[in-house]
């Protein structure tokens, strides 16, 4: 398997437009993470979903961020109108369990100028 | 709300000296990973602890877990400067249902 997959690598968005950040994950596990990273606050858990199915979307930071995941390879992450305190690196992580060992992409480094 | 705590946030040391980073937090974690982030990629695990008290090593590196399961550290010999990275610790906490995350230490072996 090649690994989880995120893309783009790199997005440089104007405020107010919308992003859509996409992962695909290592086939045959269950859980799927999205997580943002930033300098200040870390890595923050967004949202997961196990078997398809969003479980705990309390990350999520305002309606402006949402999350799909329409099948067991594939799921996005969207956020509409963005703005310039939403740039951070947003990674995406898979696992067979909710606790073990995650699986991340290389990330998607946005920038909203 | 079971938080993991990590020290030192940075550490910059020459190549050859030994370190120790550590991960701390008030309540018990059933068990406790620990990842490598290199610059530009995502975090990768290095080791997962489970016992009270165990002690894992991979080469240079030693990590242990607590006995009391609320504590780990990672014990560098010898740093080398392919060392260099952020080092994330998570825990398994009593949710079972997520990972909780330190926000790591920098750190930085100059050659």
């Known amino acids: 398997d090649a690994g989880v997959i995120q893309s783009p690598r790199h997005e440089v968005t104007e405020m107010g437009q919308e992003v859509t950040l996409r992962c695909k994950p290592i086939s045959g596990h269950d859980y799927l993470f999205w997580y943002r990273q930033t300098m200040m606050r870390g890595l923050e858990l967004l949202i997961y979903f196990n078997n398809n199915v969003p479980i705990d979307d309390s990350g999520m930071p305002e309606d402006r961020f949402s999350a799909k995941m329409p099948n067991a390879s594939f799921s996005t992450l969207k956020i509409q109108p963005s703005e310039p305190r939403d740039s951070a690196v947003y990674f995406c992580?898979?696992?067979?369990?909710?606790?073990?060992?995650?699986?991340f992409g290389q990330g998607t480094r946005l920038t909203v100028v | 709300t079971q938080l993991l705590e990590q020290s030192p946030q940075f550490l910059s040391i020459q190549e050859g000296e030994n370190l120790t980073v550590y991960c701390n937090s008030s309540s018990v974690f059933s068990s406790l990973q620990w990842y490598r982030q290199e610059p530009g990629e995502g975090p990768v695990l290095l080791v997962t602890?489970?016992?009270g008290g165990e002690v894992k090593k991979l080469k240079r590196l030693t990590f242990q877990f607590g006995d009391a399961r609320k504590d780990s550290s990672l014990h560098i010999t010898a740093a080398q400067p392919g060392d260099t990275g952020l080092y994330l610790c998570?825990?398994?906490?009593?949710?079972?249902?997520?990972?909780?995350w330190g926000a790591g230490t920098k750190l930085i072996i100059k050659p």
């Open positions: 998570a825990g398994e906490g009593n949710s079972n249902y997520q990972l909780i």
């Open positions: 602890v489970v016992t």
């Open positions: 992580a898979s696992s067979l369990r909710a606790t073990d060992e995650a699986f």
